[in-house]
């Protein structure tokens, strides 16, 4: 026998292994006459889980500014907003009451004195025009006050970055709202856009806004469809006619 167990232990076995499950928090049988008679043991419970803290909100107690002047600064410069990191943030452009806003997700990487300063910019001022428009004739803002690779949407909803969004469109007064990225719709109360897909008014219904929903321009730059299509929308939006 010994023999025997010295030869296993030579290859390398030196574990014993049963097909039979086992229960291994089970008291030995003799632990168990033992303990006959006593009290059971308490049941195993888990630890209690803390409750995750609160998301911080960015939306100051006191309420956020009551004209458009005092909540552009205060966007500009509030340590809770955007990480706390005032360089690199864009201003809105425009008057209140313009015949459209429009509104991107954020800033272009390589803008600087100006929002949407390169190609999406472009693409923007191409949008405008077959519409009858310009830049200047409209108001030009960003959800985000920076350009922000990887922007975590979700939690930013979270902290209040839709009111902020509502109470600054309220603030500018447009006509009419053409919002450009699923994200930025989303913050106002209309799921992200799928698949490219220009959507139909959104928002501020209730007190005549009427509001229109496509694709970030950063993704309708390469394609062809997603424009034809955003084209055709904005042709019934706005009742524009082609000759």
């Known amino acids: 026998m010994r023999g025997a167990l010295a030869w296993w232990r030579d290859a390398g076995v030196d574990l014993d292994f049963a097909d039979e499950p086992a229960n291994w928090l089970a008291q030995p049988p003799a632990a168990v006459e033992e303990n006959a008679g006593t009290a059971p043991r308490p049941a195993f419970r888990e630890p209690p889980r803390t409750a995750p803290a609160a998301a911080h909100r960015i939306v100051p107690q006191d309420g956020l500014p009551a004209d458009l002047a005092a909540f552009t600064a205060w966007w500009l410069a509030e340590a809770d ?99 450009f990225g699923g994200n930025a719709s989303s913050l106002l109360g209309h799921g992200t856009a799928k698949s490219g897909q220009t959507l139909p008014q959104i928002y501020h219904e209730e007190r005549g806004l009427s509001a229109l929903a496509a694709p970030a321009l950063g993704s309708l730059a390469g394609r062809p469809r997603g424009k034809a299509a955003l084209w055709r929308a904005l042709l019934d939006w706005t009742g524009t006619e082609t000759t």
């Not at 313009?98 to 472009?122: K, T, Y």
């Not at 001022?125 to 922000?148: E, K």
């Not at 839709?162 to 309220?170: A, I, N, Y």
């Open 81 to 179: 907003f955007a990480d706390g990191a005032p360089s690199g943030r864009i201003a809105p452009t425009g008057t209140p009451g313009a015949e459209l806003m429009v509104l991107a997700e954020e800033p272009e990487a390589g803008d600087g004195d100006a929002l949407l300063s390169g190609p999406q910019g472009r693409l923007l001022d191409a949008i405008l025009a077959a519409i009858g428009l310009s830049r200047d004739a409209v108001y030009l803002a960003s959800a985000l006050p920076r350009h922000t690779p990887a922007a975590d949407w979700p939690a930013l909803a979270a902290m209040g970055l839709g009111e902020v969004l509502d109470h600054h469109v309220r603030l500018a007064a447009p006509r009419r709202l053409l919002v």
